[in-house]
């Protein structure tokens, strides 16, 4: 089973579908839709590439019988509703955005997300209550970031910036009527998006430090230097890093995180593959720190060697 590859040709579809309903807005709307949309488009080189989000439902589709539309379109809703929190994202974090110029097509997306979900759930279904929740955990999380050191005092809100897209699980769920399953879809989900956070965290460190954004791996650092992220230089970090074995520990949280999974109920095998290859993504970049400073440690002449001679 391959949680990526396994879905490419569909893949194309959804977003040949995004495309086809954006360049259906007016101008200079369809344009800048069409730009934000190519910049998350799995397919385009150089792409952000936010695989949960649009392979999520295709991951649940199996074990809770869903068609193939059904679950296109549900990736498709979720596209739009991605990218319509990324342009919340973008104008929370820069000055320079301008809100009159993303906000109008922000609304557009999220009617176009709208559009997906509402015709499977009436007014009264459970969803709509779980989307309020969703929604509220979002706006509580990303309000209170900046001084809630999340990842050392309560890692749950850490998940809730990504909540929304619990929307999917829930609704595949409901409309399956597997609702009994909605609380661990959730924990679940809570786990996988905490680890995904993880790893965006250590890419982006060095811009978060530069930019003051909050960050996992500078709260531990931060934790250990005993400094605040105002204070906190880049020589802490690396010593953190690279001196202390910081990275190591960082990865092992995520390994336990992939370990409180184990017992889960939800069929979805993929969505646990993508957790596995994150975790092992942070663990083989903190074995590889742990074997440059075995080398460092055995002497200046070992690790030029073992830098510049082809054997």
Not at 20 to 27: C, L, M, Q, V
Not at 91 to 105: E, G, I, V
Not at 122 to 131: A, G
Not at 212 to 236: F, K, W
Request: net charge negative; charged share 20%; proline share 3%.
């Amino acid at each position: 089973m391959d949680w990526l590859h396994d879905y490419d040709d569909e893949l194309r579809l959804v977003f040949q579908d995004c495309s086809g309903i954006i360049s259906g807005f007016p101008e200079p709307l369809r344009a800048q839709g069409l730009s934000y949309l190519d910049q998350f488009n799995v397919f385009s080189a150089g792409s952000h590439k936010n695989y949960i989000c649009y392979l999520l439902p295709f991951w649940l589709r199996d074990g809770y019988g869903l068609t193939d539309a059904e679950v296109r379109g549900l990736s498709a809703g979720n596209v739009f509703f991605m990218l319509y929190f990324f342009i919340q994202d973008d104008l929370m974090d820069s000055s320079k955005d301008s809100a009159a110029r993303k906000l109008p097509l922000a609304n557009l997306l999220y009617v176009e997300f709208l559009n997906r979900y509402r015709p499977l759930f009436p007014s009264d279904s459970l969803f709509w209550l779980c989307f309020n929740r969703y929604i509220l955990e979002w706006a509580e999380s990303v309000a209170g970031e900046a001084y809630g050191d999340y990842f050392l005092n309560d890692r749950l809100k850490l998940s809730h910036k990504a909540s929304p897209l619990k929307l999917t699980s829930t609704a595949i769920l409901l409309y399956s009527g597997n609702a009994a399953l909605i609380p661990e879809a959730e924990d679940l989900l809570h786990t996988v998006l905490l680890t995904l956070q993880m790893l965006d965290d250590y890419e982006d460190w060095e811009e978060d430090l530069a930019e003051g954004s909050y960050n996992c791996l500078l709260s531990m650092a931060c934790n250990h230097a005993n400094a605040s992220q105002e204070t906190l230089t880049q020589t802490q970090v690396k010593d953190f890093i690279f001196t202390a074995g910081g990275l190591a520990a960082y990865a092992g949280t995520a390994l336990a995180n992939h370990m409180k999974l184990a017992d889960h109920q939800l069929d979805a095998p993929h969505l646990i593959s993508f957790h596995q290859f994150m975790v092992k993504n942070l663990q083989h970049m903190a074995a590889a720190v742990e074997a440059e400073k075995q080398l460092l440690q055995n002497g200046g002449l070992n690790y030029w060697l073992s830098k510049h001679l082809k054997l």
